[in-house]
């Protein structure tokens, strides 16, 4: 268990409305990922963190930020949904993130939905 | 542009049947891994190739890189209920931050 926690679970919202995210881990990993998951798609990286407000773009980043003030903490934000935001994200560490070939250890994501 | 592609995108076989996933690329990755997902919950790493041509197994499960480390495959044997989920191989580019390239994923279902 890698002590990650994403919330909320599950949240439903109306284009145009703020939406944040947000992946609590347990162990002081310096390395953090958000990705989407959408059919046909495997998982593509949102953003991702490699220290206290260390952050970088991913190949999706389009309309999101993210932000992470504390180690424990990275928020994913997207300003305004849009319907193509629809998905399910995961939040994942990497516990030797300086490595290479170091695996991912991933939340149980969020699944959320923009009407 | 999928940089891996997984193939086939579905697949639904007889419990006690084999089955291979393919995972191929264009692109030199310095390691492959593979995930199972099931519902609800994030992928789990199964293992992680490194060097070309290496052959790693669990239990029915027969992990293979490719000698240019740019494809791979699972072979898994007497496919069991149980093995139902999706499988996902990722690429890592060894690049800074231990960025992963996914694959579409490969959904198995086994039936009883």
């Known amino acids: 268990d890698a002590g990650i926690t994403q919330s909320p679970r599950h949240k439903v919202t109306e284009t145009g409305t703020p939406v944040t995210l947000r992946c609590h881990q347990t162990?002081?990993?310096?390395?953090m990922y958000w990705y989407r998951q959408d059919p046909g798609h495997g998982l593509r990286l949102i953003h991702y963190?490699?220290?206290?407000?260390?952050?970088d773009k991913g190949e999706v980043s389009d309309g999101y930020s993210v932000s992470r003030s504390k180690t424990e903490d990275f928020l994913l934000t997207l300003e305004s949904a849009t319907s193509s935001q629809t998905s399910v994200y995961f939040c994942?560490?990497?516990?030797?993130?300086?490595?290479?070939?170091?695996?991912?250890?991933f939340g149980d994501g969020t699944r959320l939905s923009i009407l | 542009t999928q940089l891996l592609e997984q193939s086939p995108q579905f697949l639904s076989i007889q419990e006690g049947e084999n089955l291979t996933v393919y995972c191929n690329s264009s692109?030199?990755?310095?390691?492959l891994q593979w995930y199972r997902q099931e519902p609800g919950e994030g992928p789990v790493l199964l293992v992680t190739?490194?060097?070309?041509?290496e052959v790693k197994k669990l239990k029915r499960l027969t992990f293979q890189f490719g000698d240019a480390r740019k494809d791979s495959s699972l072979h898994i044997t007497a496919a069991q209920p149980g093995d139902t989920g999706l499988y996902l191989c990722?690429?890592?580019?060894?690049?800074?931050?231990?960025?992963?390239?996914f694959g579409g994923g490969t959904r198995l279902m086994v039936k009883p």
């Open positions: 994942a560490i990497c516990k030797q993130g300086a490595r290479a070939n170091q695996p991912q250890h």
């Open positions: 162990e002081n990993h310096r390395y």
């Open positions: 963190s490699y220290g206290v407000k260390d952050t």
């Open positions: 692109s030199v990755f310095s390691s």
């Open positions: 190739v490194v060097t070309g041509g």
């Open positions: 990722a690429g890592d580019r060894n690049n800074a931050g231990n960025m992963l390239t």
